[in-house]
């Protein structure tokens, strides 16, 4: 172990003694002073009856401003849901459109392949006959009725087929937008419908807590002397009862 430096030591003490008396001095000279007041009235010119009623009337504010706040907070949400819902469904309608301009594509592709190939088969068909009968030039060839020949009535069946088709495609697609312009109509008519309901219940609501609030009100009395309201008063209730409504509403 090495042994403590005395001189340092003492010198350290000094000075945290020297600190102390410092800091007690400080204190002594900032000591809070007594307090000194001319004796006078408090609580203003109001009377308690008045400071009651505004404490009542700033309660009743806030929590209205709590409810508008929630309200909006909710219809911001749906909002947001709605726009969500209307993104989805745009999306949706570019893909079915995408998808039926590549049906038709491949469509038009298939035509123009069975036309090639109808046309190869047509000129081999018609040079194997000139390979089998040389003289044909010398002698006429009787063609037979298109209209009248295998081909013609198998052709006219198939294109009778295709069209028969294609017919119930289009109606299948017509019944497809029928459908979901209907859908469409009856979510609207359902959205309204809990709108009214929301609003009735709304107003239910307010009805009674004004009705409850005014029973509360009845003991006291919340008269307008001096620029204040008497909530006793039919027609100041029914004052503070529309303009509660109103603003309900208007959001």
């Known amino acids: 172990m090495i042994a403590p430096n005395e001189n340092r030591r003492s010198q350290i003490q000094r000075i945290a ?8 001095k ?31 009337l700033q309660l009743m504010q806030s929590k209205y401003q709590q409810k508008l706040k929630r309200e909006e907070s909710v219809r911001i949400k749906k909002e947001a849901e709605e726009a969500q819902i209307q993104k989805m469904k745009a999306i949706q309608r570019e893909k079915s459109n995408k998808l039926e301009e ?10 123009e392949a069975f036309r090639e190939h109808h046309q190869y088969k047509t000129a081999e068909f018609l040079s194997r006959l000139d390979t089998e009968l040389p003289d044909r030039s010398t002698r006429p060839i009787a063609f037979p009725d298109p209209q009248s020949s295998t081909w013609a009535r ?12 294609n017919k119930k495609l289009q109606k299948m697609k017509e019944e497809q937008h029928q459908k979901r312009e209907l859908l469409e109509f009856n979510q ?14 709304h107003r239910r609501v307010n009805n009674v807590y004004l009705d409850r609030l005014q029973g509360k009100s009845q003991p006291g009395g919340l008269e307008h ?3 204040h309201w008497n909530m006793n008063s039919g027609n100041s209730w029914e004052c503070v009862r529309n303009i509660y409504l109103h603003l309900s509403f208007v959001n």
């Not at 590549?102 to 035509?111: A, D, S, V």
């Not at 198998?154 to 088709?165: F, I, T």
């Not at 419908?193 to 609003?199: G, S």
């Open 188 to 201: 609207q008519q359902q959205e309204e419908a809990r709108t009214k309901i929301h609003q009735a219940e």
């Open 225 to 227: 002397f001096g620029g």
């Open 26 to 56: 400080w204190k002594e000279q900032h000591r809070a002073k007594p307090v000194n007041l001319v004796p006078r009235r408090l609580g203003g010119s109001q009377s308690q009856a008045e400071v009651r009623q505004k404490q009542q």
């Open 17 to 24: 003694e020297q600190e102390l008396k410092n800091l007690e």
């Open 154 to 165: 198998s052709r006219a069946y198939k294109d009778s087929l295709k069209e028969e088709e």
């Open 102 to 111: 590549k049906k038709r594509f491949q469509e038009n592709l298939r035509r």
